[in-house]
C-alpha cells in the first residue's frame, strides 16, 4: 500500500514514471478521504460519501474532477494546520444519460462540509462552467453551512452563490439534493433553484438550527421536525421531492434530468414513443363522475391520457388541491397543471397559487408546454385566506399563466366557476387552445349559488320557497350553464367525447410545438410576491 501523501511538496523530483507513479498515489489519497473513521462516520448515519453519491447520480465512469488540489489559504484557529485537498467540496462535470451536466458535493468528513473561501471559489467556477456551456446544475448539499473560522470571507463566498443561481434563473435548470444539514444562509441557494429534493430522516433545513431556537424563544425542538424533509415537504413547499434515501433520491433526479432541456434555448428531449396516440380512454366515462358534486382522483385522469401512464408529479405533499408534474404525449415532454377534486374539492388557496405558479414558470422557462385539466369550484373562501393575502398570491398564478409563452391547452372535465375560471388558463388570459367534455359547467357560480343572488327576493316571497329555489336553479342551469355555452360564444374551441382526451390533446400539442411568441419591450416585468 503506498505511503499516503499529503502536500505536493512531499513528492520527489525524479523520473517523469515516478513522478506520474507519485501522482496516482496522491490521488489515490484525495479520492478515499480523509480517514477511514471519518468515513465510517458517515455510513453510521445512513448516508454515503461524496463519491458514492457522485457514482449513483452519474454515468458510469462519465465524472472529471476540477481542483482537486485545491487547499484553503486561512490561518488562525488552527486552520493552517488542517488543509486537506478538496476543500470539503468535489466539483467537476459528468453525464446523466449521456447528456453533460455540471455538479457540486459537500464531503461531510472536512470541515462538516462547511463553507469557505476555496470551497466557495470551486463552487463558483462549476457555475461558471455550467452558465457557459449550457449544462444543467446539481448541487449535493450535506453541509454544515459558513466556515466559522474563515468569517466573513465564508459569507461573502455564499453571495457569490447567490448572485450566480439569480443569473442563471431561468437559463439552465438549477437542481439542489438535501442530503444531509443546510443550515443558516446556506438554505437560501437551494431556495433560489428550480428543483429541491430532500431524503427523509437525513436531511434538514433552516435558518436557524434548533439550538438558536431555543435560546431566543425557548421552544424545545429536533433538527427533523423544525427542518426535515416532511416539513418542508408538507408544509412549507420548500422542498419539490421527498425521498425515502439517497439512492432513489439521485435516481429521481436523473429521472427528472431526462425530462429537462440542456439550457433554455433547447427543447425537453423527445423519446420514441410506443403507446398510441390515439389511443381512446373509454375508462374517463366511469371513471369522472358527471355530478360536479362527487369526488374522483384527478391522478388516475392524467395516468390514463399520458404516454405510458408515467407521471412525474412536483409538490406531491403539499397544496395537494392542485396537481403539477410532467408527462410525455406521444413523447414530448409536457407540463401537467390540474385542480384535484379529491382534496378540497380542488378549489384554489393560498398554497395551491404559489405552487401553480412556480410550476408554471418553470415550464414557459425551460420550453415545456402546459395543458391544465380543469374542475375547479372556485377559491377557497374564508377569513383566513383573505387576511393571508388569497388576492395577493392568486395573483402569482394568474400572472404566470398570463406571461407563459410556451404552448397552452385547457381543457375542462366539469366545473369552472368565477374567477378560478378565468385563472385555470382560460381562453380570455390567452390559452391557446380551449376544449370541454360534456359535462362542463362554465359560470360565474354554481347554479344554488347564483339562485340565490339573483331570486333572493323572490325565493323569499314565494309560498312554497323550496320549490321557488329548485325551480329557479334549474332555470338557470339551462340557461347558462349548459355544456355548449362556452362554446357557442368562441370561449371553448370543441366539447370533445372525453374518450378522445388523449388524441385531442396529442394532436393539439403536435400543432403548437413551433409555436413562435413575442414579447413587449421591458427590462422585467413586476410580478405580484
Request: charged share 20%; glycine share 10%; net charge negative.
Amino acid at each position: 500500500m503506498g505511503t499516503v501523501v499529503t502536500r505536493v511538496s512531499d513528492l520527489p523530483k525524479e523520473s517523469m514514471r515516478e513522478r506520474l507513479a507519485d501522482l496516482q498515489v496522491l490521488k489515490e489519497s484525495i479520492h478515499s478521504g480523509p480517514s477511514e473513521e471519518a468515513t465510517a462516520r458517515q455510513h453510521a448515519k445512513g448516508k454515503l460519501t461524496v463519491r458514492e453519491r457522485l457514482d449513483v447520480l452519474l454515468d458510469s465512469g462519465s465524472f472529471v474532477e476540477v481542483e482537486a488540489f485545491r487547499q484553503h489559504r486561512a490561518t488562525g484557529f488552527g486552520l493552517e494546520h488542517r488543509r486537506p485537498y478538496t476543500d470539503g467540496v468535489v466539483a467537476g462535470w459528468g453525464k446523466v444519460y449521456g447528456r453533460d451536466v455540471m455538479v457540486f458535493a459537500h464531503d461531510f468528513r472536512m470541515f462538516g462540509g462547511a463553507l469557505g473561501e476555496a470551497h466557495a471559489e470551486k463552487i463558483h467556477k462549476v457555475m461558471d462552467l455550467a452558465e457557459a456551456a449550457g449544462v444543467p446544475l446539481i448541487g449535493l448539499n450535506d453541509g454544515a453551512g459558513a466556515r466559522i473560522q474563515e468569517g466573513v470571507t465564508a459569507l461573502a463566498g455564499y453571495g457569490g452563490i447567490f448572485r450566480r443561481n439569480v443569473r442563471m434563473s431561468g437559463v439552465i435548470p438549477q437542481i439542489n439534493v438535501m442530503l444531509g444539514p443546510c443550515a443558516g444562509g446556506a438554505a437560501y441557494s437551494p431556495a433560489l433553484s428550480d428543483f429541491v429534493f430532500m431524503v427523509q430522516n437525513t436531511a434538514q433545513m433552516f435558518i436557524t438550527g434548533p439550538d438558536v431556537v431555543k435560546a431566543v424563544t425557548g421552544e424545545e425542538i429536533s433538527a427533523d421536525d423544525l427542518g426535515g424533509a416532511r416539513v418542508h415537504g408538507t408544509l412549507s413547499g420548500v422542498a419539490g421531492f421527498v425521498c425515502p434515501d439517497e439512492v432513489s433520491c439521485l435516481e429521481e433526479v436523473r429521472y427528472l434530468l431526462s425530462l429537462l432541456p440542456a439550457n433554455n434555448q433547447e427543447l425537453p428531449p423527445s423519446v420514441t414513443c410506443t403507446d398510441p396516440a390515439n389511443r381512446r380512454n373509454d375508462a374517463l366515462l366511469d371513471l369522472v363522475p358527471a355530478d360536479p358534486a362527487i369526488s374522483y382522483d384527478m391522478s388516475a385522469v392524467i395516468e390514463e391520457i399520458v404516454d405510458d401512464g408515467e407521471f412525474f408529479e412536483f409538490h406531491a405533499g403539499w397544496a395537494q388541491n392542485l396537481i403539477c408534474g410532467l408527462a410525455r404525449f406521444d413523447g414530448h415532454v409536457t407540463g401537467i397543471v390540474a385542480n384535484q377534486p379529491a382534496h378540497l374539492a380542488g378549489v384554489l388557496d393560498i398554497k395551491a397559487s404559489e405552487k401553480g405558479a412556480r410550476f408554471i414558470q418553470m415550464c414557459d422557462a425551460f420550453n415545456i408546454p402546459l395543458v391544465s385539466l380543469v374542475d375547479v369550484p372556485g377559491f377557497l373562501p374564508g377569513t383566513d385566506q383573505e387576511h393571508g393575502g388569497i388576492i395577493r398570491h392568486g395573483a402569482k398564478l394568474l400572472y404566470a399563466y398570463c406571461a407563459a409563452t410556451v404552448p397552452r391547452i385547457s381543457m375542462v372535465l366539469r366545473k369552472a366557476y368565477g374567477g378560478a375560471y378565468i385563472v385555470m388558463d382560460s381562453r380570455s388570459i390567452g390559452a391557446d387552445l380551449s376544449f370541454a367534455w360534456p359535462t362542463n359547467e362554465i359560470a360565474v357560480m354554481g347554479a344554488e349559488g347564483a339562485a340565490n343572488v339573483i331570486f333572493r327576493r323572490e325565493i323569499a316571497a314565494a309560498d312554497d320557497p323550496v320549490e321557488a329555489h329548485a325551480r329557479r336553479v334549474e332555470e338557470y342551469r339551462r340557461q347558462l350553464m349548459h355544456p355548449y355555452y362556452a362554446a357557442e360564444r368562441g370561449l371553448v374551441d370543441d366539447v370533445i367525447d372525453p374518450g378522445e382526451t388523449r388524441a385531442t390533446l396529442t394532436r393539439a400539442l403536435g400543432l403548437l410545438r413551433a409555436k413562435q411568441a413575442s414579447e413587449p419591450r421591458r427590462k422585467h416585468g413586476n410580478p405580484p410576491m
